[in-house]
């Protein structure tokens, strides 16, 4: 266990649902993320919130919409999803300091299955 | 664009073995390299952190950077078949940058 929680941990879901995606950090980190990990392809980085204000977004579809209301809680809403959006959607922490030498605890993962 | 690569394999090995996975960035601005492993199914979990220059040793893992050559890499000694997992390199410049992984089969 690394401190960092997701649920769910398989979703499968139509292309019309909604469905959100919950990460929790037990580890007094200060920044948060959302990854997304498609096979045979780098961890590619979707949101980074630090101290609860989003600093970057890499130019994700609109369908994809974070919220992070504390700084233990980082959520990622889906909305009309597309098939190639199935894939395993991680949530990492990390302290959040200029140190660059801190890493990042990840979290179990939700596999997610668009039909 | 910045870059991580590594090679996607798969490189196998036979029980107690060295292992040799190799990782190679783009820029040389990076500070901070990371080797996560992860297994089938499951998400990355740290292995090994370096920032110097030179070689950096925990139990059977060695993780050595040269940062001239812009080259990281992880020796595993004695290998297992529970070392078979996917390895993940990264480095660490503002944010994380990672390779697509190198998958390691070690056979009994």
């Known amino acids: 266990e690394t401190g960092v929680t997701q649920t769910p941990r398989h979703l499968v879901m139509g292309m019309t649902n909604k469905k959100s995606l919950k990460c929790e950090q037990h580890l007094g980190h200060n920044a948060m993320y959302w990854y997304k990990q498609s096979a045979k392809k780098p961890l590619e980085l979707m949101f980074v919130?630090?101290?609860?204000?989003?600093?970057e977004n890499n130019s994700v579809p609109s369908r994809f919409s974070p919220e992070c209301p504390n700084s233990s809680h980082l959520f990622l809403h889906l909305h009309t999803l597309q098939p190639e959006d199935s894939a395993l959607y991680l949530c990492?922490?990390?302290?959040?300091?200029?140190?660059?030498?801190?890493?990042?605890?990840f979290g179990p993962g939700t596999r997610l299955t668009v039909l | 664009q910045k870059e991580v690569e590594q090679n996607s394999g798969p490189l196998s090995v036979p029980e107690g073995a060295i292992a040799s996975l190799n990782c190679t960035y783009s820029d040389r601005v990076s500070q901070s390299f990371f080797w996560y492993r992860q297994y089938s199914g499951k998400s990355p979990e740290l292995i090994m952190s370096?920032?110097?220059?030179g070689d950096k040793e925990d139990g059977r893992f060695t993780a050595q950077l040269n940062k001239a050559s812009q080259y990281v890499s992880l020796l595993i000694r004695d290998s297992q078949p529970s070392d078979s997992a996917t390895y993940l390199c990264a480095d660490y410049f503002n944010k994380f940058y990672f390779g697509s992984g190198t998958k390691l089969n070690v056979k009994p």
């Open positions: 919130y630090s101290l609860e204000e989003r600093v």
């Open positions: 370096i920032y110097s220059n």
């Open positions: 990492a922490s990390r302290k959040g300091s200029a140190a660059s030498t801190d890493t990042q605890y």
